[in-house]
């Protein structure tokens, strides 16, 4: 069964250091998100990506984050200079669209953010 | 702005139990998702609905759209059961599907 894979899986990093995520969606879907989920809080919405280029965003998506779709596979998050409250659990979902429907999102197993 | 509510935040059962979750939101929705969190913190999509009911092995999820209510119910629960139940609102308003998630419930069945 196809799969939403997330790389690393844990990232330590020290403040102000630049990280990037890593996410290949399912291959054939369209929409690309990214969340995140701070310990112990509700997972919040950070972007929607379709026709490679943002959807929408969040009020957390400020300009120290960036989306990119490198090539046909890799969907990343960038984080250009972390600060502590960066720390979370980071996951990338995709999902399909057919005839205007929206159709189930598919999330991957996070990436567990951790900046010292 | 949408607000995502559940109930109960934890919710404690024996084995063979029925289990109902509860969630209301506070505006229009595309679809309501059911979502399954693991203590490893993978989310898995149980179900995604947008009226009436969906039922897939012991799990069924309920929409009453007018009401902006929704509940997933697990019968004859099992230990395995056990995880954190997310349930997520997709709006309207052009967004491509983006969730708005509740906080949670955190349910353990104990053998």
């Known amino acids: 069964e196809p799969e939403v894979t997330q790389t690393p899986s844990h990232q330590v990093t020290q403040m102000g250091q630049e990280v990037i995520l890593r996410c290949v969606p399912i291959?054939?879907?369209?929409?690309f998100y990214w969340y995140r989920q701070i310990l112990g809080q509700k997972v919040e919405f950070l972007v929607s990506?379709?026709?490679?280029?943002?959807?929408?965003k969040s009020e957390i998506f400020d300009d120290q984050f960036s989306v990119e779709r490198p090539d046909g596979s890799n969907f990343t998050l960038k984080i250009r200079s972390t600060k502590l409250e960066d720390s979370a659990m980071y996951f990338c979902?995709?999902?399909?669209?057919?005839?205007?429907?929206?159709?189930?999102?598919?999330f991957g197993p996070g990436t567990r953010l951790t900046v010292l | 702005k949408n607000e995502v509510e559940q109930s109960p935040q934890n919710l404690t059962a024996q084995e063979g139990e029925f289990i109902t979750i509860n969630c209301s939101y506070s505006v229009g929705i595309s679809a309501l998702h059911w979502l399954q969190q693991h203590p490893g913190g993978g989310i898995v999509s149980l179900f995604m609905l947008s009226s009436g009911k969906k039922k897939h092995g012991r799990l069924i999820a309920t929409i009453n759209i007018q009401e902006k209510h929704s509940s997933l119910h697990i019968t004859a629960s099992h230990p395995r059961d056990s995880a954190v139940y997310i349930c997520a609102a997709s709006n309207y308003g052009g967004s491509q599907g983006n969730l708005i998630f509740g906080k949670g419930t955190k349910l353990s069945v104990k053998p």
């Open positions: 990506f379709y026709n490679n280029e943002i959807s929408e």
């Open positions: 291959s054939n879907h369209l929409y």
């Open positions: 979902a995709s999902s399909s669209r057919l005839a205007g429907i929206y159709n189930e999102q598919f």
